[in-house]
């Protein structure tokens, strides 16, 4: 119960800066041209609370319902204004002046973000420094002529003295698929670049195990059995405690990741398994059980991996941290690298390309919001950012009622000389409010669905 409870406060806390943080920019950029501000609420739906500040005698509300925000301003479309006041109006702005009032809501998210990773780099986070513990036979990895024991010192150029800026640097390149230049240092003290080729990875297994999917593992975790369940296909086969995996079909093993990776496409199918018992090469053949998770289906043998006896030595820790000055710089490079994986994911899902299941809802960031809080404060503002920057870039699309749609009337406007009718913005609203419905309900299926699995 105190979980459920203590996710849903970290969801609330996180949903109100980050609604209060974007409407804050629409409020501030207005007043700042001189339009005048009646409402600025934080939630939609009945006041719960209001107070009324300032020579506007502006209202400030928080609303029953903990998604979205408004402000609302002086307008002669939604209201008689005094003939004085008339000046202060939204609708008798230029077209600059009420552009720069709807863009300063996704502003000031990426802002937020830009402020965040600029703390975060200046306080420095800590990490394991990332020596490749194990390398997959055949993989890009390989190929890339990257060893087992090596270090990565840089990614793209950008210094990487742990795991997770390593992760950082190479999400954006996995998404595009294209090639990603590291600097690694081998056993031997060398300093080698390499250059993996990611054309052909799956897009939607990468962002989750993006090493993985390159052939490298950070961790030691040998493919030896350590539970077989009861009547499963390996039970089956034959499978016993101990064994160690060392080739599946025709595909050699020496990292236990590599089980699961190669049984996705496997449900159903029959292959013959080799493993390692008491010095011997064992040969069985086996058939997966098929298991559907999240709506892909997958093949399972019911086997779980012996826990590794990790030695702390063999794993040193880091801190990734900048100047203040040089923060700045990898603040700005941070953000752009959230936002390009950001909106060509989405290029990506609206193409077919990626899977529609990688959308994520309230409910699921929720859980996130929750984990990152137990985790610590830098996991939590670290995943504030993380969702300003989507919250940003979910409000410049161009879809009426969001703030691109705005924009993008506005632009209409500016080309043809007058606003666009009434009737045109109506259908407009109706077509934007269908969009967003059917996008939340395909966001709630998926959140459902992860919860269920």
């Not at 012996?306 to 490079?333: F, M």
């Not at 967003?436 to 309900?441: Q, S």
Request: no cysteine; proline share 4%; aromatic share 8%.
């Amino acid at each position: 119960m105190f979980d459920v409870l203590y996710t849903i406060l970290s969801f609330l806390v996180a949903i109100g800066i980050l609604i209060a943080i974007h409407e804050f920019g629409h409020f501030w950029v207005a007043k700042k041209l001189g339009v005048k501000v009646l409402r600025f609420s934080i939630g939609m739906g009945k006041p719960i609370w209001k107070k009324t500040f300032g020579a506007d005698k502006t209202e400030f509300v928080l609303a029953a319902i903990p998604i979205g925000g408004y402000v609302s301003m002086l307008n002669e479309q939604e209201g008689e204004v005094a003939e004085e006041e008339k000046h202060r109006a939204f609708n008798r702005q230029k077209i600059w002046r009420r552009s720069l009032i709807v863009l300063a809501g996704p502003a000031f998210n990426f802002l937020l973000a830009l402020l965040i990773y600029w703390g975060i780099s200046v306080g420095g986070v800590e990490g394991t420094v990332p020596v490749i513990k194990q390398i997959e036979h055949g993989s890009i990895a390989e190929r890339a002529g990257l060893e087992r024991g090596a270090q990565i010192i840089s990614v793209q150029g950008w210094d990487t003295p742990t795991w997770d800026s390593v992760f950082q640097e190479a999400i954006p390149h996995l998404v595009d698929r294209g090639e990603l230049r590291l600097t690694a240092k081998d056993g031997s003290g060398i300093i080698r670049e390499h250059v993996l080729d990611l054309s052909t990875i799956d897009i939607n297994r990468s962002l989750k195990r993006p090493l993985d999917e390159m052939g490298m593992y950070w961790v030691e975790v040998p493919a030896v059995i350590g539970k077989v369940i009861k009547d499963s296909p390996a039970e089956k086969a034959g499978m016993l405690l101990g064994d160690r995996i060392i080739v599946m079909g025709n595909k050699k093993i020496n990292h236990w990741n590599q089980v699961s990776r190669f049984l996705a496409d496997k449900a159903k199918k029959t292959f013959p398994l080799v493993v390692e018992r008491a010095g011997q090469e064992v040969t069985l053949m086996i058939t997966p059980d098929e298991v559907e998770e999240k709506g892909i289906k997958f093949g399972r043998i019911g086997v779980a991996p012996k826990t590794p006896d990790l030695q702390e030595s063999d794993y040193k820790r880091a801190v990734n941290q900048y100047s203040v000055l040089d923060a700045i710089g990898y603040s700005i490079h941070r953000t752009w690298n959230v936002t390009y994986t950001t909106t060509h994911a989405l290029y990506l899902m609206v193409t077919m390309e990626m899977s529609l299941t990688n959308i994520s809802g309230p409910v699921n960031i929720a859980v996130v919001a929750g984990k990152s809080a137990s985790i610590g404060i830098t996991q939590y503002i670290l995943f504030l950012a993380l969702v300003s920057i989507s919250l940003g870039i979910l409000n410049l699309l161009p879809i009426p009622i969001l703030d691109g749609g705005h924009l993008l009337y506005y632009l209409i406007e500016a080309v043809k000389g007058s606003p666009v009718s009434d009737f045109v913005e109506a259908i407009g609203q109706r077509i934007g409010i269908m969009l967003l419905i059917m996008l939340m309900l395909l966001a709630f299926y998926n959140d459902i669905v992860r919860l269920a699995t």
